[in-house]
């Protein structure tokens, strides 16, 4: 029984041969499918998931605006397949108008993408202020209206419109307009730029002239000694024919000019309610107080007090450069006097010049024996205007006096007329001893008119008369000038119209007349001895 039981058993291993082999081969193939269907269902997941295309061929950007480099908004797709994507915008010139290739590498494909830079926006300005005004005659840009422009392109023209329809205005070549009739013009201020974009604007031009500047003394140039300092205005005012006076508006713009010398420039600047701006330049001529004084004694320039400041005597006569007895008497005319006056017996009378004029006083030198004993005289100036003279100072040796006219007694304008005699001490002593040239002098009526007018020439710079008169121990000067009476106390000037001496006396001597002045150091050293102080020589 057991026997049959074990060939059973080696019966079935036989026959289950076949089906075994069937089944591997189901399996294999069961494997092999499902390999397939996983990879096809990756390959669709990759397709479907790692999809990526542009979202256009042709992107147009504002010019200006900033270009982006993100590939998410330039390629459809999932996001962190799209970050994938490689752009290239080396062929783009972001500052500059055009079209321009952007190649995007997105695995193992690549795409092209147009990228368009395009200016479509108008230029967006705003003007300056709310009056518009243009100067009458005079070309006008309207760029010089517009106070900002915001624009990507900075290339943008400003111009005028509707100027055809106006006569009396004129277009030029270079865009700007004249208008030609003063009032109110309508016109267009238009902006465009290099793509054609335009904004305009309507304006009320009002046409206007500006302000002018004047000055009374006819020019901007000043003189100022240093360390002082001119009222640049003072001489200044402003008109404008439209609008009204300005000169309230002037405006200086002055540069230090206290401490160096040398020539220095002002501005002068005034603006209407128009807002029209008128500018002038102006100099100022900043020297020391002696070179002053010399230019305006050689007449270089003239002393008015708008123009000149710190100089230290406006009313001297001045001097010639060149010798000319005729020209340096015409300087002397206005500083000789005529003085007399009255005794129970008789009317004296002789001559004088002055030599200080300031603030109070009006000072003339003249001999001692013209005026005697006299505490007051009377006084004739150029013109036979007539004033009390006082007495202050007389010396009998040397002969000199000096007499006081106040100021207040004579019309300012009057005053301002008057000339001190030109001193010049140092020149004086270089005169030699017996110089040759020529000197003269001017003597006048008691109406102004003239007495004489004598020329002659130095025959000793100083000579002593010790020895022929008592107390006589002084130097004077010896001159072929004729002396007569009358003309005591008279200026002899040189032929630069420089002081020389005073007239003072003549004598018959050795059978020949002679004729004598008081010295200019004589006159100079009693003047500082009356009035305490040193009197101005150039």
């Not at 007399?340 to 109070?360: C, L, M, P, Q």
């Not at 006084?379 to 006082?390: C, F, I, K, P, R």
């Not at 010790?466 to 004077?476: A, K, T």
Request: contains cysteine; negative net charge.
């Amino acid at each position: 029984m057991s026997q049959c039981v074990t060939n059973v058993g080696k019966k079935d291993e036989k026959s289950s041969e076949p089906n075994d082999n069937r089944g591997s081969k189901i399996r294999i193939v069961r494997r092999i499918l499902l390999c397939l269907g996983g990879f096809l269902i990756i390959v669709a997941f990759v397709l479907f998931f790692f999809d990526v295309k542009p979202k256009s061929e042709y992107v147009t950007v504002e010019y200006g605006e900033s270009i982006s480099h993100d590939p998410l908004d330039y390629m459809s797709g999932m996001k962190w397949a799209v970050r994938l994507a490689k752009m290239d915008f080396s062929e783009v010139n972001e500052e500059q108008l055009g079209v321009y290739p952007v190649k995007v590498r997105h695995g193992f494909f690549d795409y092209l993408i147009t990228l368009s830079i395009e200016d479509t926006t108008a230029p967006k300005i705003t003007l300056k202020g709310s009056k518009y005004v243009a100067e009458l005659n005079t070309p006008s840009f309207a760029k010089d209206y517009v106070a900002t422009c915001m624009d990507a392109d900075a290339d943008v023209t400003f111009s005028f419109l509707n100027t055809e329809s106006d006569s009396s205005i004129e277009k030029n070549d270079d865009g700007s307009a004249v208008f030609n009739d003063m009032g109110v013009h309508p016109i267009t201020l238009m902006a465009t730029d290099s793509s054609g974009n335009y904004s305009s604007f309507y304006l009320s031009m009002i046409v206007d002239t500006p302000p002018e500047i004047h000055t009374y003394s006819g020019e901007l140039e000043y003189y100022v000694a240093l360390g002082e300092s001119i009222d640049l205005k003072k001489d200044v005012y402003a008109v404008d024919y439209i609008d009204g006076s300005t000169t309230e508006n002037i405006k200086i713009k002055v540069p230090d000019y206290s401490t160096a010398e040398g020539d220095y420039t002002v501005t002068y600047s005034v603006t209407d309610s128009n807002g029209l701006t008128a500018e002038s330049e102006g100099v100022i001529h900043a020297y020391s107080a002696l070179k002053i004084q010399d230019m305006f004694n050689t007449d270089r320039i003239d002393s008015t007090p708008s123009t000149v400041a710190g100089i230290i005597n406006p009313y001297d006569a001045g001097y010639n450069i060149d010798e000319d007895i005729d020209s340096a008497i015409e300087r002397i005319k206005h500083c000789v006097v005529h003085i007399y006056y009255r005794s129970d017996y008789a009317t004296h009378w002789g001559s004088g010049f002055i030599v200080k004029i300031n603030e109070k006083d009006i000072i003339i030198c003249t001999n001692q024996h013209v005026v005697g004993s006299e505490s007051s005289v009377q006084v004739n100036l150029y013109d036979g205007t007539e004033a009390t003279g006082y007495v202050v100072g007389t010396s009998v040796t040397p002969d000199v006096a000096f007499i006081r006219i106040q100021r207040s007694d004579l019309d300012p304008a009057f005053v301002a007329t008057l000339k001190t005699v030109h001193i010049n001490l140092n020149y004086y002593k270089t005169i030699s001893l017996k110089p040759r040239f020529g000197m003269g002098m001017y003597v006048i009526n008691a109406n102004g008119s003239e007495m004489f007018k004598r020329t002659g020439y130095i025959v000793r710079k100083t000579g002593y008369l010790e020895e022929y008169f008592e107390n006589f121990d002084y130097p004077v000067m010896e001159v072929s000038v004729r002396l007569t009476p009358g003309v005591s106390g008279s200026a002899i000037i040189d032929a630069h119209a420089n002081l020389l001496c005073m007239a003072a006396f003549y004598w018959d001597h050795n059978g020949s007349r002679e004729y004598y002045g008081v010295s200019l150091e004589d006159i100079l050293d009693f003047y500082e001895a009356v009035f305490g102080e040193r009197l101005e020589y150039y």
